[in-house]
């Protein structure tokens, strides 16, 4: 069976961030980039609180009957999480995980409380304000203050008809039950981390302490910010298919 390569976006992002990456492999590879849920063509609904779980129960469906270690999985921020959440769950699945900067941020509670409080309240001030300075709250964090208002105009429209699925993403991002042996125990498979060296502490402390438990992963950092598969893509994207080659004609060991 040909191997599959399932893609999982940003918040406030889509499945079409992907799309240069998936023109590079659709020739040897099934390549998916579904929109998750809120963003995107994708209006399905969700729960609140919503979880991690409640994310990936729409993606399970598109690796049905898919034999043992068929499937490279590629996510970032929100959909990095949500790809470890899912490589967690059912890591027989799974020939490789590739991540950029995972906020998986329930790591934090105990860990970094510091940096779990600056995330929560982001998230808490985003409720308190218009859906467009939400959406300015959120891109500024991740890219600089400023960011979102030297966007074009169609593009601020668009974030902001979506930031409300920003609130459930953090929702399902601070209750995901898993603690960092919880990865480290479950997930064997090759793990490819990348890091951007312009990104926010929080994203990059994150990548860091992943980077120590995993135990077959190969951490890289990357001259980019946390949004760097969307303004950066070629650099990341070359990152991404340099592992993939090297995946697919070497043996790597598994621990």
Not at 49 to 63: F, G, K, R, T, V
Not at 103 to 119: D, G, I, M, S
Not at 126 to 134: E, G, I, R, T, Y
Not at 170 to 185: C, K, M, N, Q, V
């Amino acid at each position: 069976m040909q191997t599959t390569v399932l893609m999982l976006h940003s918040s406030l992002s889509s499945g079409r961030q992907w799309q240069g990456l998936k023109l590079a492999l659709k020739a040897d590879y099934q390549v998916l980039n579904p929109d998750l849920l809120g963003y995107g063509s994708n209006t399905a609904s969700y729960p609140r609180p919503m979880q991690l779980a409640d994310e990936a129960s729409q993606l399970w469906p598109l690796l049905e009957g898919h034999p043992a270690a068929s499937v490279i999985l590629i996510g970032h921020s929100f959909g990095g999480a949500v790809a470890l959440h899912m490589a967690r769950t059912r890591p027989e699945l799974f020939k490789a995980v590739l991540v950029f900067e995972p906020v998986a941020f329930h790591l934090f509670k105990t860990t970094e409380p510091a940096l779990y409080q600056q995330v929560q309240q982001l998230s808490q001030q985003m409720l308190n304000v218009s859906p467009k300075d939400a959406a300015a709250l959120f891109i500024d964090y991740w890219q600089g203050e400023g960011y979102f208002h030297h966007l074009p105009d169609v593009m601020q429209q668009k974030l902001t008809t979506q930031v409300g699925k920003v609130a459930a993403d953090f929702e399902a991002l601070s209750g995901e039950p898993a603690t960092f042996t919880d990865y480290a125990t479950a997930i064997h498979c090759p793990v490819l981390l990348l890091s951007g060296e312009q990104s926010q502490l929080s994203a990059q402390r994150l990548a860091t302490m992943l980077a120590g438990v995993l135990p077959c992963v190969e951490f890289q950092t990357v001259k980019t910010g946390h949004m760097g598969p969307v303004t950066d893509a070629e650099l990341v994207n070359a990152v991404l298919l340099e592992f993939i080659q090297r995946l697919m004609v070497t043996k790597f060991i598994h621990y």
